[in-house]
């Protein structure tokens, strides 16, 4: 069993930048992989990056890719997505997940998510 609790959303404008933060507990947590999602409303959830505990090798969506960055700091089970360069396009509420596996890759079976927070980007 993990439990996520995110934090860090809020309202900014666009391109500014914005730092989320995902805290894990539970057992064996360097087995899982983590991920962030996010949903607009109106539309299905979209992957948006991941990252292993271990060697922190990471994975972006092609939407995010140079603008997001994922980290993670072992010692606080902690994971972050710094986000810049924001557009209206990337307001939505995000989630982190936990996945099973290795190899972070949107394709693996999140199986625990936590509840959201939520970021708004205005012109």
């Known amino acids: 069993q993990v439990q996520l609790v995110e934090s860090g959303g809020g309202l900014v404008q666009a391109g500014g930048s914005l730092r989320l933060s995902c805290a894990a507990s539970g057992r064996a947590l360097r087995q899982y992989v983590m991920g962030w999602f996010r949903q607009a409303p109106g539309k299905e959830r979209e992957y948006v990056s991941a990252?292993?505990?271990?060697?922190?090798?990471?994975h972006y969506a092609d939407s995010v890719r140079g603008r997001f960055t994922i980290a993670r700091d072992n010692a606080k089970n902690t994971v972050y997505l710094q986000m810049t360069s924001l557009k209206l396009e990337d307001t939505a509420v995000y989630y982190c997940a936990a996945a099973l596996g290795s190899w972070p890759r949107p394709s693996l079976e999140y199986k625990y998510w936590g509840q959201g927070t939520q970021v708004t980007v205005s012109s």
């Open positions: 990252i292993n505990w271990s060697v922190a090798n990471t």
